[in-house]
Structures are given as C-alpha cells and as structure tokens.
C-alpha cells in the first residue's frame, strides 16, 4: 500500500512539474533546445506557405524577432520547428503544448481570452466581403439567395449576419477547409462571396490568376485585433514577447517590416498585397496593448 502511495505521489508531483513546464515556455524551450511556430499556408501576407516546409509573412518575421529575444534569455540558438495550423486546431495546439507560440491570423476576443494569452496587437483588421468583379455585388443587400464562403472556425460570418444591413438577407454559407480554398470556392463559382479578414482576402486576389477577375466590396462588417496568440498564464514569456514587440514598434521596425510583406511585391509570385496600415493599425503600434476585439466594438 506504502508503495502505491509513494507511486501515485511520485506521479502527481511529475504531472505537476509537467504543467508547470507547459506554462513556462521559456523553460521549456531552452530544456528541449527548440520552439514551435505555429503559422498558417494561406492567411494573406500575413502567414503563408512558400512550399517545401518553409513559411513567410508578417506575422512570421515578426514571431522570428521574438524568437531572437528567447535565445537571449534562453542563453542558446534554438531550432525552429514550424507546424502548420488550422482555424480549427490552432486554440487547442497551443493550449496542449504542440504549438509554443501561433503566429497565423487569430482574433484576439473575450472568449478565447478564457482559454490562450496574446501579445500586443501587431494589425487591426476589417472583415470584408470579396467578389467577382462582375458580380454586380456591392454590398450585404445583394448577399440575399447567394451563397457566401467562410473558413471552419472562423467569425466572419457570424458578423456578417449581425450586422444592421443584414436584416432579411437570407444566405447560405459554404465553407472551406482553409482561407485559399474558400477563394477557390469563389473562384470557381460554387460561392458567390468571400467574407473574410480584408488583408487575406487581399492577398487571395493578389495571387489569383487574374486578380482583375475579383474586388473586395460593402461594408466593414467589423474591427478586429490580430495578434500573437501563447499559453494561457505564461508571465516570462508574455512580457519577453511584448518587451519585443514594443521595441519594434518604438523604433520604426514594426512599421518597415509590414511595408515588406504589405506594400512590396512578395513571394512566391512577386505580387503587391497593397494594403497600406489602416490608422487603427498604427494606433495599436503606438499604444501597445492586447485589448479584445470587444473593447473595439465600443469605440
């Protein structure tokens, strides 16, 4: 019985250390000698893949910078380990550990707020509606009777049917497994709209065949703080990552590194995603915060 005990508690405290490693990325990561990114294959110039394992865009360089700051602290070069996310699974990779720090395209709200951590809000973003350009869609009121893509797990259509202008429109949502096979969905017919992040639907277009063929149009559906999702918890790590991010923006590089990925052509097909940061963007940069969408919503 005494060795039953003496397991069981040899058990809990290993558990509990565990856990406690879970929460301490920085820990964790300079034990293991590496950290996983968890970055997006198709969220605008935001977080994309490049093919063969390999991943660009903003939010990409900028979870590089914060990385350099963890080797600092780390005391060691780490090895980068990029796993590519979902809307689905994103929430629960960082929260299990698989993923140490999500740098796709994640809303920062109350609700996920109760369950993962974010860093200061890096891109505010507007969700848009994009179309063929021959459509004859301008805005929600013609949405009525068609059909409207979305990704799985994302918000944006839930916007969409909140808003004023909605009233009895009545539409019927298609869903792609990922923001480009939402486009391709519009892109083949089989949805008449896109509702999504307009920077993502800007960078879809950008690469399109014929990005002439599609514009984005309507009403901003809504305001939303994009930022870089951690543990839940995770002190250290949180203001390592925020100290970086406040840096960047006070020195100017923040601003340079989305002219990079924004207003210059970028890979893998050289295209402009020629979206300038919107004014919500730079006041984010200026006043470096991590406030939910909702305190958005009540400007």
Known sequence: MKKQIIAMAVLAVTAGAAMAQAND????VKASGSITMGVRESSGALSFTLGDGKFAGFHVEVCQRVI???????????????????S????????????DIEC????NNATRQKDV?????????EVRIA????????????????????TTGTTSVQHLRKHERATGVDFKEVFGKDHADSFLLLETGRADAFVMDGQILAGNIANAKTP???????????????????????????KLGNDAIAAMAKSGDLAKIYDKWFMQPIPPKNTRVGLAASDSTKAAWATPNDKPMEDYAKK
């Not at 796709?104 to 809303?107: L, M, N, R, W």
């Not at 951590?117 to 973003?125: G, H, I, K, M, N």
Request: aromatic share 6%; net charge positive.
């Open 25 to 28: 990325t920085l820990a964790k």
């Open 68 to 86: 350099a700051e963890v080797e600092k602290a780390a005391g060691r070069k780490l090895e980068v380990k990029y796993v590519p996310v979902t």
């Open 88 to 99: 689905q699974n994103r929430i629960p990779l960082v929260q299990n550990g698989t993923v």
């Open 104 to 107: 796709g395209s994640t809303t």
């Open 117 to 125: 951590a974010f860093l200061a809000t890096t891109f505010v973003e």
């Open 131 to 150: 179309v063929k350009a021959n459509s004859g869609i301008t805005g929600i009121a013609q949405l009525n009777g068609k059909n409207v893509a979305t």
């Open 212 to 238: 002439g063929d599609f514009r984005i149009v309507g009403e901003v559906l809504s305001v939303e703080p994009i930022a870089i999702m951690i543990r839940k918890d995770d002190a250290a790590f949180k």
